[in-house]
């Protein structure tokens, strides 16, 4: 187990160099002076524009840049944004914002996905199933923009239960709306793919085996049904908690919640190559490390499985 452990953290290594330089690059190719930006349509000071150049390492190679500033992250600095603001402190305001919101939608996905997903499979082919099925399908063709603003008007609009737009971000109770309509997808993705997948081993050998035994339906659901379907639910779960934090850029857009996808957006249009670079960076760390916990998983959920 230790050299598992050991062998997949030394496969995340070149996984997080490699991604880090390919954002680096993306973000530091772009055409256009990010430098020459902070002054709008004034006519910019050739000196200060090479002053601000070469505070920000911008005057030298593209892959001297890369080097200074994983120098600086290995040491827990990510830099400085243009308005001299250190972006650790930037990213320290938004996270938890987004973490909160993110855990909101990732508890809503698992314990509706899972619950609308367990009914469906244990009667494929009923009227509950084909509701099930008819739901998620509607979720999963409508955008997300369209859901969230569907939900403002019936939930804010006609119902007045919560206020349109999030007036707190650190209020946790202003947060339940944007969770919801951030899950919705993901929820009817872990619905399906739960049904599909108690489909499959309802009709497996040991399901029969059981049965057979005369074990009872609930322990028959729970210790040898429910247990083997998660598996490749754990698989898109591990996954998806990486791609809610980054992927709340609209419903955080939407809905005024004061979250990285916030900022990236308003750094992303500012050319705010620092911040930009180091909020996705975390990411990064976030996916590996999510990645590693689903295959650290795996031997819990099907003790077949040994890792040498």
């Known amino acids: ?11 995340m290594i070149p996984v997080f160099f490699g991604t880090t330089l390919l ?3 993306m973000v530091y190719t772009l055409p256009g002076d990010p430098v020459s930006a902070l002054f709008g349509q004034k006519a910019a000071d050739p000196a200060v524009v090479a002053s601000i150049k070469h ?39 938004a996270f938890p914002v987004t973490i909160r919101l993110a855990l909101l939608a990732f508890a809503f996905e698992i314990v509706f996905g899972l619950c609308l997903g367990l009914l469906s499979g244990l009667r494929r082919g009923s009227v509950r199933d084909t509701l099930v099925l008819l739901l998620t399908l509607l979720v999963i063709s409508i955008p997300v923009f369209v859901l969230a603003y569907i939900a403002q008007t019936i939930f804010a609009t006609n119902l007045g239960w919560v206020t349109p737009t999030v007036q707190d971000s650190t209020d946790l109770s202003q947060l339940i709306l944007p969770a919801i309509v951030l899950g919705s997808l993901s ?33 028959i659901i729970s210790r040898h049904l429910l247990r083997n379907s998660l598996i490749p639910v754990v698989t898109f779960l591990g996954t ?21 996808g916030n900022v990236l957006y308003r750094a992303i249009n500012q050319k705010e190559g620092p911040t930009v670079v180091g909020i996705v960076t975390v990411l990064v760390i976030v996916y590996l490390v999510a990645s590693l916990l689903v295959d650290l998983l795996y031997a819990v959920l099907d003790p077949r499985i040994r890792y040498a």
Do not use: C
Request: net charge positive; no cysteine; hydrophobic share 45%.
């Open 1 to 11: 187990m230790g050299s598992y452990v050991l062998r997949r953290v030394l496969q």
């Open 55 to 93: 505070k920000y390492y911008l005057d030298q190679p593209i892959w001297k840049q890369y080097l200074h500033y994983m120098g600086n992250l290995f040491q827990g600095d990510f830099g400085t944004s243009f308005t001299g603001r250190p972006v650790s402190d930037i990213m320290a305001d």
């Open 187 to 219: 929820l009817a993705f872990v619905a399906r793919l739960t049904r599909t997948s108690i489909g499959e081993n309802l009709r497996a050998d040991y399901m029969r085996t059981a049965v057979a035994k005369g074990l009872p339906r609930r322990t």
């Open 240 to 260: 998806d908690l990486g791609a809610l934090m980054g992927g709340a850029i609209v419903t955080e857009g939407i809905f005024n919640v004061q979250g990285v």
């Open 23 to 25: 954002i680096f690059l």
